[in-house]
């Protein structure tokens, strides 16, 4: 009997398996799906275009819009605000074009990136630490997108603002819930599609929703009669405070895309080439969310004249309008509010359900690829019922924005390993060998030098972290945490280039080599038994000839 069940319990388990290639290993099942081999030539679709309407798409949203609220109501003038985000959204751009090319030149993710850094097995713990934040900001995102659902739904029924409560003691209502949950649920087929599909969602939304936002610009001028005293207001600080806060504003702008800094390559491994990846992302990131920045401080400073105060939340200011009545206006909000839901579902999908489904590929290949782990993203958002979060006085999103910044040192690690240690050179069929003789193995699958290098850019913020999410802590703690992002990845980069400069790493190169663009359907699969330690040769295409990568540019 209980070899039946064993039978039976093997069966299913060899059903729930996803693809993979034939001839791998145990340990390699723990190590390598189709979602996680190098993107074959087919499925190499993105083009430069793809990715300006992948980020114009994703540069509107609410959080951008009021990005520069922070900063002017602390004392900046308007434009100095603008000027910051300008500033650290260039600043971003550069960090994610260092990290997309990685994906760009070899087509691989984050979590096989990572392998270089921080070891075969010693990459989990970034993957899970990314895996589960992009959980629970998708329920957060999904909450704030169930907000739009809501005002699209009370410019059709007005009713639906006064609908009988059911789920008293909830921390929430039937009419929130109801709303959180269609957004939830509508936003589920487009998890299904393959990654290099996706982007004609992000195609449409770069059409639909700047149109969208130019409307909400040009209708909030329209009834103020002008833009408002807010571009007439000057800024009220002078000297150090003034200069602080001009640093956390451009600080607040990188913090914001310090988890897109490390998966980018989740994305830009579908580039056609590794250039329709960079200056594609170098100008839009900037251009695009100064721009929804602009339009934000523009309309809430028109705001101020047609409500006596300043509305910051564009899902705020829209409800307003609802309350003052009429079919215009109805019709307005629900163009826009649907615009805005488009939004929230793009960088939902690229920021959080891609990247987790990404990662958790990784923690469990043989049984999740993109689109399970997706999925399975999609019901943590939901049990973890984001509204208690967003409910609570406990600082929890200012705990969620100040924990991504630790990012920062995973991107350290990374991009100085790629850069500097190994001068783009990756041997990209050892990032899948469990092998404890491949260059990637290090001890027990872990790397020393990047955990080392990552504890330390931990530290250098971890008591500023502290003071941020309400603790007492000295000012130096706090002026050094106002360089968060800067400071944790110079620190994790520099003690990481000089670990392996006093204790070098093996596969690296003595010059500039990156030997990963030209690969043609990679096979990961040892060539002979667990027992012999020959190694497949694979090849990679040069405009010599042929040229056996595994035994070039090494020392």
Known sequence: MEKIRQSKFMKLADKLAVDHEAGLTSAQLMLANEDLKPVEPERRQWGAWNFVGFWIADSFNIN????????????????????????GYSIAACFICSTGRIGATYHISFPVVSRASFGIWGSLWPVFNRAAMACIWYGVQSWIGGTCVYLMIRSIWNSWNSIPNTM??????????????????????????PVHKIRHLFTVKAYFVPLAGLAFFIWAIVRAHGIGPIVKQKGSLTGSAHAWEVIKGIMSAIANFATLVVNDPDFARFARKPRDAFWSQLFTIPIGFAVTSFIGIIVSSSST?????????????????????GSAQRFGVFVIATAFALAQLGTNIAANSVSAGTDMTALLPKYLNIRRGGYICAIVGLCMCPWNLLSTTNNFTTYLSAYSVFLSSIAGVIICDYYWVRKGYLQTRDLYSAKKTGPYFYTLGIHWRGYAAYISGILINVVGFAGAIGRKVPPGATYIYNLNFFCGFIISAAVYFLLCHFSPVPATSDSWLEVGDDARNLSVAYATSDDEEAVQEHYYKKDEGVVDIESRGQH
């Open 168 to 193: 008293e003691g909830s921390g929430t209502n039937t009419r929130d819930f109801v709303s959180f949950f269609l957004f939830w649920l509508c936003s589920l087929p487009a998890i299904w599609f």
């Open 64 to 87: 951008t819009w009021m990005i520069s609220s922070a900063s002017i109501i602390n004392g900046l003038s308007w434009w100095e605000s603008w000027i910051t985000v300008w500033v």
């Open 305 to 325: 004249v047609i409500y006596g105060k300043p509305i910051w939340s564009p899902l705020d200011l829209l409800t307003n309008f609802l309350d003052e009545g």
